[in-house]
């Protein structure tokens, strides 16, 4: 993980990230990966009220009285059930859709504008080509062939990414 997207980050997504990280890194080694001295590491860490706890190696939100407590954990509730409601109504048909047609999204990569694109060729088995040819045809004549694959390029990235990497 590069300096600027861990900054860029939520405090509670910064958290959850490097608690998973603790699990095999000490605090010095994960702020060296990430290439932030270690006292703008802790700095970084304590915004949004979040505490080092040295015996389980992890964050915790601090938390000064009960009251907050219970407060922060309504609001928290609240904002996501709260989004849920407004949205329903779009939930239910994208949820229909997905169900009813297998829709397939597309990283938002493929098609902008501000890509530079070049040829590529590759050897394939002409079987699996053409059953892939077929595939897209039939489930998505809509998308160009190029997208597809380009888009199952950034799928077997995401899915097969060691999990232990920053």
Do not use: W
């Amino acid at each position: 993980m590069d300096k600027d997207k861990f900054i860029a980050m939520s405090p509670a997504e910064r958290v959850r990230v490097v608690n998973k990280f603790l699990q095999d890194h000490d605090l010095r080694e994960i702020s060296s990966q990430i290439g932030i001295p270690s006292s703008s590491f802790s700095k970084l860490m304590r915004e949004g009220d979040y505490i080092y706890h040295k015996a389980d190696k992890r964050y915790y939100p601090f938390v000064r009285t009960e009251e907050e407590r219970i407060t922060r954990t309504k609001s928290n509730d609240d904002s996501g059930l709260s989004f849920i409601k407004h949205h329903e109504k779009t939930l239910k048909m994208i949820i229909e859709q997905f169900e009813h047609t297998g829709l397939l999204v597309l990283d938002k990569r493929i098609y902008s504008n501000d890509a530079t694109f070049s040829n590529k060729s590759i050897r394939m088995n002409n079987d699996i080509y053409e059953e892939f040819s077929g595939f897209c045809e039939k489930y998505f004549p809509h998308l160009k062939i190029q997208h597809i694959i380009a888009q199952a390029l950034i799928d077997a990235m995401t899915r097969y990414k060691p999990a232990r990497e920053l």
